[in-house]
Nanobody, 113 residues
């Protein structure tokens, strides 16, 4: 497994989802990890990032609603998404930071109004 995101689904506005990303150890270890998303017809954009020692950064559009975290022992990245809005609808991808050329499989998040 290089990068494999999971946990997406259909949720109503105001709801929550928790995304997970299983990463190969050679990618996860000692690296900043990131979540990106790509909405239909739009470019892929950075949503959140976390350094190997736990420092985080968020896009303005999700700050205060999303929380990125990581489990270094399990090589797993998480994204807790609360107070979801229809504009959060997108395919979500995990990657390292800077991102690798191979993006892996994303997970679809659909937020209904």
């Amino acid at each position: 497994v290089q990068l494999q995101a999971s946990g997406g689904g259909l949720v109503q506005a105001g709801g929550s989802l928790r995304l997970s990303c299983a990463a190969s150890r050679n990618i996860f270890s000692f690296n900043t990890m990131t979540w990106y998303r790509q909405a239909p017809g739009k470019q892929r954009v950075l949503v959140a990032a976390i350094t190997s020692d736990g420092r985080t950064n968020y896009a303005d559009s999700v700050r205060g609603r999303f929380t990125i975290s990581r489990d270094n022992a399990r090589n797993t990245l998480y994204l807790q998404m609360n107070s979801l809005k229809p504009e959060d609808t997108a395919v979500y991808y995990c990657n390292s930071g800077p991102p690798l050329p191979s993006w892996g499989q994303g997970t679809q998040v659909t937020v209904s109004s």
